[in-house]
């Protein structure tokens, strides 16, 4: 994969806590601001699929109440830890 040149505006305070972190990671400010860009957009195509997987979910119309969400909650760090909620309203119990 090829690279290509790419400008963009920095403030003076991004700038320098740019700089300053790429001086202490031995870097170049380039290559943290390559990294963070894309983290950012690996964090948001997760978040997108994340999504895409929660409505498709949602269109079989099965969900989890939030009397059984907030019961499995409750039980964490307790001594009889339920187990991760089934959806619990369906289309048949609606």
Known sequence: MGT????????DELRK???REAEIE??????LA?????????AKEAKRAAIDNA????????FISAEAMNAWIDSWDTGDELPSPKPDITPDSA
């Open 26 to 31: 031995d870097r170049s400010p380039a290559q």
């Open 55 to 62: 409505l498709a979910r949602a269109e079989e119309g099965a």
């Open 34 to 42: 390559v990294r963070a860009i894309r983290s950012m957009l690996e």
């Open 4 to 11: 290509s040149p790419y400008s963009i505006r920095l403030d």
């Open 17 to 19: 806590s740019l700089e």
